[in-house]
């Protein structure tokens, strides 16, 4: 018989692009489709998310009559509460055969695999999320070897299926080495690493493919299944640029919407003093986040950069406004650093270009990287040049280990390369709209972040 495999991966929340992927999914479906999605296709940057507990994703999904999903990490990044709420009330099976809460138990909701039937013929839907690593704790959950997970779902369900689907979350070039160890598998549809192949390709008899990211491709796969076993008789990735929004798809969105904006408008408290914000500029928001995350990590000095927020804060705080002005899951998180690198990221945030660099880098939802913003510490300079760094009072030691509390973003050196140089990290479960959260309610904090820790000191000659 032949089947078609529609399938989708890494949509991160980009549901203008889903509208038109809809409208293909539709154009190319029948009976004798099955739809699947690869994770991270719920990305909580987006309102409809934050304010329906993800409920908005589970619409979308249902609406389009997909079949499973394999969980992402982006799945997990509102906490393992959320992920479970999703997954429990979902008509879509969330698949993880190796994803499991931090004490080890399952997650509600959350299946090894499934087994679907199309026309008599049995399919075995199983995949992996990624390791989240150092992060695993902060999100509440523990990820086992995928590996290990996978065959041993593969041995379990042995004589259960006539046809097995990895659906996986771990990129694909983990699936090139997957493929030549495991046996009994015939589809392997890759997400994570946003790859788009051109077509799918046959490695050791078992059909491959990637469609990319954010909406912007469908994968189309059609088989035949008969007794000497598969055969791909077509695939193609279809872009979807020039597809139709599917309005069935915008109704579901405008109505979680204004669920959501009614939910998280509710002002949690008024501020006294403005939190204004600049990208290059030195301002109080920032500062205010930098104060924070070394106040909550007990660190030696606070590292943030101006671009982690969009906009500044007025008047009142609500969840709304807290995801738009900080929209990227990025987590506080500490590490020690020598102060000769401390020192490097300060004179390359004295240079405009690098502060008005794209940030580009995992979790960031912003567009500049922004100049560098401190706590504990003054910086001098005229201008072009560092010129002495004070850290509690004291000359920066070059060769001294100082404990720093930034982001994950920084931490990576995503956009100051220096700060890379860290060791014995540390990750909260918070993210840093919480911190804004969190400290945006107290007064002498908000008074804190209006004193400028960046002094310029000009030699005058007579």
């Not at 807290?322 to 990221?345: D, H, M, W």
Request: hydrophobic share 40%; glycine share 10%; with cysteine.
């Amino acid at each position: 018989m032949k089947l078609n495999i529609i399938h989708t991966n890494d949509l991160h929340s980009h549901f203008d692009a889903f509208s038109r992927a809809v409208s293909i999914i539709k154009e190319y479906g029948d009976e004798d489709t099955l739809i699947l999605d690869g994770g991270d296709f719920a990305d909580f940057k987006s309102i409809e998310l934050q304010g329906t507990r993800g409920m908005a994703a589970i619409e979308l999904l249902e609406y389009a009559g997909y079949a499973a999903l394999t969980i992402g990490n982006n799945e997990m990044f509102n906490g393992v509460d959320t992920l479970e709420y999703m997954a429990s009330n979902s008509g879509v099976p969330f698949i993880s055969n190796n994803l499991l809460k931090r004490d080890r138990t399952r997650i509600d909701g959350v299946c090894s695999s499934t087994i679907l039937e199309k026309k008599g013929l049995r399919i075995l839907i199983t995949g992996a999320s990624p390791d989240m690593q150092d992060f695993s704790d902060g999100l509440g959950v523990h990820m086992t070897d995928y590996k290990s997970a996978i065959m041993k779902e593969l041995e379990i369900q042995q004589g259960n299926y006539d046809l097995c689907i990895l659906l996986n979350h771990l990129g694909t070039f983990v699936d090139d080495e997957l493929v030549g160890e495991l046996k009994g598998v015939d589809i392997i549809l890759s997400a994570h690493d946003h790859k788009l192949y051109p077509h799918s390709k046959v490695v050791n008899n078992t059909i491959m493919n990637s469609a990319g990211c954010y909406g912007e491709y469908v994968g189309v796969i059609e088989i035949d299944v008969n007794e000497d076993g598969i055969e791909l008789l077509h695939s193609q990735n279809i872009g979807t640029k020039d597809a139709q929004r599917d309005e069935g798809v915008l109704s579901i969105l405008a109505k979680n919407k204004e669920k959501a904006i009614e939910v998280l408008s509710e002002p949690l408290y008024s501020i006294e003093e403005p939190l204004w914000h600049d990208v290059v500029e030195e301002n109080p928001l920032t500062n205010l986040i930098a104060d924070g995350v070394k106040d909550m990590l007990g660190c030696e000095i606070g590292l943030m950069n101006g671009g982690i927020a969009n906009a500044g804060v007025f008047g009142y705080i609500s969840n709304k406004k807290l995801i738009e002005v900080c929209p990227s899951p990025l987590n506080p998180t500490s590490f020690e650093i020598q102060g000769k690198y401390i020192r490097e990221a300060f004179e390359q945030s004295l240079d405009a270009g690098v502060c008005l660099n794209e940030g580009r880098g995992p979790g960031f939802r912003g567009r500049f990287v922004g100049s560098l913003h401190v706590s504990g510490a003054e910086v001098v300079h005229d201008g072009k040049r560092v010129l002495e760094v004070l850290i509690g009072g004291e000359l920066l030691d070059e060769d001294r280990w100082y404990k720093a509390a930034s982001s994950d973003y920084l931490q990576r050196g995503s956009g100051y390369p220096s700060l890379a140089n860290n060791r014995n990290e540390n990750y909260l479960a918070e993210e840093i709209k919480d911190v804004i959260r969190i400290y945006a309610r107290r007064s002498d904090s908000v008074k804190q972040a209006a004193v400028n820790r960046w002094k310029v000191r000009a030699d005058v000659i007579i």
